[in-house]
């Protein structure tokens, strides 16, 4: 088992949610931009779940050359919506109108949003995804539009933050690991990080 010195932790992100997570694990971290083209790995033809888990593979992959000694985080979310056989892609909607947009189409109907963390330690790979189940309340254009003007959730997947005003949308939610909700999965993550020698708790 390696010493605490020897363990450089680094998390492939530029999320501040990402980061906010990971230092409530109380142990020092780096970060770093992935150096992966994301847009260029999507392909339509993956169902959501291996999306998140290709993504997630990815940006930690991206940095395993520059950073060989360090234990690599790479964790992605994608918020999809079925629509009988096939799925509807919820991204980030960027303007206040499109996030209005996009819980329209999530009003009164249950969607799923998987998030996925792929953990590198010196040549060993660690994948996990978290699968969450939410159902939302049947509300107005104009309270939904009053909701994106509170929480301002332009670079949120799905168009609402959960850990502020968005709680409020939704009828059920049915999730393992609350933390996965917003963005990385830190009950399995602190489990893994433990297991390699991190100091947890």
């Avoid at 992959?61 to 690599?72: V, Y």
């Avoid at 996030?99 to 949003?113: K, P, S």
């Amino acid at each position: 088992m390696p010493g605490v010195a020897d363990l450089d932790l680094l998390l492939a992100s530029t999320s501040r949610y990402r980061r906010e997570l990971l230092a409530r694990l109380g142990i020092p971290f780096r970060t770093r931009p992935p150096a992966c083209d994301e847009e260029a790995l999507k392909d339509r033809r993956l169902t959501p779940q291996a999306l998140s888990e290709l993504l997630a593979m990815a940006k930690a992959r991206s940095l395993e050359a520059a950073e060989p000694q360090a234990t690599i985080i790479g964790s992605d979310q994608v918020a999809a919506l079925q629509d009988g056989d096939t799925w509807l892609i919820l991204g980030k909607p960027g303007t206040a109108v499109a996030a209005t947009d996009q819980l329209e189409r999530l009003n009164g109907r249950t969607h799923l949003l998987f998030t996925a963390m792929a953990v590198l330690h010196r040549g060993s790979v660690h994948a996990h995804t978290d699968i969450t189940t939410l159902t939302m309340r049947r509300l107005g254009r104009e309270q939904l539009a009053r909701y994106v003007e509170a929480d301002q959730p332009l670079d949120c997947a799905g168009a609402y933050k959960l850990e502020a005003h968005g709680i409020s949308l939704f009828a059920s939610i049915d999730s393992r690991d609350h933390s996965a909700i917003t963005g990385l999965p830190l009950i399995a993550l602190a489990a893994h990080l433990a297991s390699l020698g991190y100091p947890i708790p």
